[in-house]
């Protein structure tokens, strides 16, 4: 099995769900013929037409209409689940951040680069101080 950091590029088309799509990708990849089992987001940029995030500590999300431009995407992915982090701009220049939740749809593009963690499983596994379900990270 391999142990270094693999790469793999995607770009989303317009109208995609960015959460959505990123959680097919690591379904899909999990079962592979070379599984992949646990990667991050290293660099992403684009447009949206609309995000949809939670801000900290909110009960819900917050619909954000564009078009804005896709600054930065942080967050870890896993077949049992990911936890993205998204920054987005208006056409003020003003940003706005949080929680990515479905909703983040695709204008133009979104260009994503992943790290493939082969030695690697994350899960999401219940936390009973978090009430939510948190990262499992465990080598294989």
């Not at 003020?92 to 963690?117: D, F, S």
């Not at 596994?125 to 294989?140: H, I, M, S, W």
Request: proline share 6%; glycine share 10%.
């Amino acid at each position: 099995m391999a142990t270094e950091l693999r790469i793999e590029v995607l770009r989303l088309a317009p109208g995609d769900d960015l959460r959505t799509a990123l959680q097919q990708w690591a379904d899909t990849a999990a079962q592979a013929a070379e599984p992949v089992h646990a990667a991050c987001v290293l660099s992403a940029v684009g447009s949206l037409t609309r995000a949809m995030l939670r801000y900290a500590d909110a009960p819900t999300g917050t619909r954000i209409e564009g078009p804005l431009e896709l600054l930065s995407l942080a967050g870890t992915l896993g077949p049992g689940g990911l936890h993205l982090h998204a920054a987005v701009s208006d056409a003020k220049g003003q940003v706005l951040g949080g929680y990515v939740m479905p909703g983040c749809n695709v204008r133009t593009t979104a260009e994503i680069v992943l790290g493939l963690l082969p030695a690697h499983q994350f899960e999401r596994v219940a936390d009973p101080l978090t009430g939510y379900l948190e990262l499992l990270a465990q080598r294989r």
